[in-house]
């Protein structure tokens, strides 16, 4: 997949090419001729009585507005650029100069599926090697280190939660009313554990196995505005999603989002985890991706407030995983993620993964129905939305 990004002033754009034409006329000026300078200056040909043309009937002054106006615009992109790279660095606006944009909703539903609709849609991405590569028998353990073994998966099932979806679970998770309420009722929670509730601020977002990543933009770059991570074994469909990020940036570079709140990850997520295999023994554990997955190097309160998503449904993250029974299952990893988050901490899944403890007095359990319109792969489909809170 190719994403393909697109000039938002087209006259800008020519205007910059006039500025590069013409510094290449000047390297290439001994050379030149007559038909070159047609083709490259901007400006008006004047016709001779004879009908030719002639070098001195350049109209200039045309030729040197447009070339001011590009060099201004050059000159104010260039400061811009160098404002949002200094905001991003000191976590501050200098001089008020920069203030990111928050898109509502509808906004990030239309720039992103504009998006991928230029590049074909979603069919044409999601049914493509790059993406449905991991559904077949595949060795994920290929040009990993060798210190970081743990992993025996052979399938990485691909399939996508819609923003509709999505968008219902915040406002549940947060207690908002929306218009699609009435479809995510609670239908059932751990009563022994229902003195606590799943609802509280969203303070930031992971998505364990992130696919082309629309999630992560959805909690990032909507009225959420929290720093949003995704994790995902497979590299070209972290590729896909690192494109599409751009792609939408470049849709709204003239009045942008915060792209420092969007972080992807080519990883193997149960890497973070310490956890013990068949032999007993536990397996290497990579600290920096523990740190990334559980907001670590971000404050107390935001790892208090921390959703971490992952789409488990249908078994993908055991059975169907490829998992020969031998070693820990993905939601044993996931399980033992969610027990190292901080207390208030919310893991939401779409499998239960509470056959994975062996105790229930530590954490409550909520779930709700999604109601249709749910999942890619069956849009007439209503499926169990899980929510543990530490």
């Known amino acids: 997949v190719t994403i393909e990004t697109s000039s938002s002033v087209g006259s800008v754009a020519g205007k910059k090419a ?24 901007p400006a008006k040909v004047r016709k001779c009585h004879d009908g030719t043309t002639s070098d001195q009937d350049w109209d200039t002054r045309l030729f040197d507005k447009q070339l001011e106006e590009a060099l201004e615009i050059s000159r104010q992109e260039e400061e811009s650029r160098k404002n949002r790279k200094l905001a991003a660095s000191t976590n501050c ?4 100069l920069i203030k990111y944009r928050q898109l509502n909703r ?56 819609l923003m509709k979806c999505l968008w219902g679970i915040f406002d549940k998770l947060q ?27 969203i303070e930031a977002f992971v998505d364990i196995g992130h696919g082309i990543g629309i999630q992560v933009l959805q909690a990032a770059w909507s009225e959420l505005n929290v720093p949003s991570r995704g ?3 497979l590299q070209n469909r972290n590729l896909v999603a690192e494109q599409i990020r751009e792609s939408v940036l470049d849709e709204v570079r003239d009045n942008p989002p915060d792209n420092t709140l969007v972080e ?20 290497n554990r990579d600290e920096k991706l523990r740190r990334f997955l559980l907001f670590q190097d971000k404050s107390e309160e935001i790892q ?44 939401v899944t779409l499998t239960d993964i509470r056959d994975s403890f062996t ?32």
């Not at 849009?379 to 543990?388: D, F, M």
């Open 18 to 41: 006039n500025v590069i034409n013409f510094l290449d006329s000047g390297r290439k000026e001994n050379n030149k001729t007559k038909d070159e300078t047609k083709v490259k200056m």
């Open 93 to 96: 606006f200098p001089n008020n």
């Open 106 to 161: 509808h906004e990030l539903e239309a720039i992103i599926n504009g998006v991928v609709e230029r590049q074909g849609g979603y069919d044409l991405i999601e049914n493509g090697s790059l993406v449905k590569e991991g559904n077949g028998e595949i060795d994920f353990r290929k040009g990993t280190r060798d210190s970081l073994k743990g992993q025996r998966q052979t399938r990485a099932q691909y399939g996508r939660l």
């Open 175 to 201: 207690g908002v009313e929306a218009d699609n309420d009435k479809k995510l009722q609670t239908v059932d929670s751990d009563k022994e554990n229902s003195k606590t509730s799943f609802i509280a601020k």
């Open 231 to 233: 994790v995902e074994l």
């Open 264 to 283: 992807f990850e080519h990883s193997d997520f149960t890497h973070a985890i310490s956890i013990k295999s068949s032999n007993n023994c536990d397996e």
């Open 304 to 347: 208090k407030g921390l959703v971490i998503f992952v789409n488990n449904a249908e078994e993908v993250f055991s059975a169907r995983s490829g998992d020969n029974g031998k070693h820990p299952t993905l939601d044993q990893h996931l399980a033992e993620l969610f027990a190292n988050m901080k207390v208030g901490g919310r893991m």
């Open 359 to 390: 105790v229930s007095d530590w954490y409550c359990y909520h779930c709700f129905q999604s109601g249709e319109g749910a999942v890619s792969w069956n849009v007439r489909k209503s499926i169990p939305i899980h929510v543990l809170t530490k």
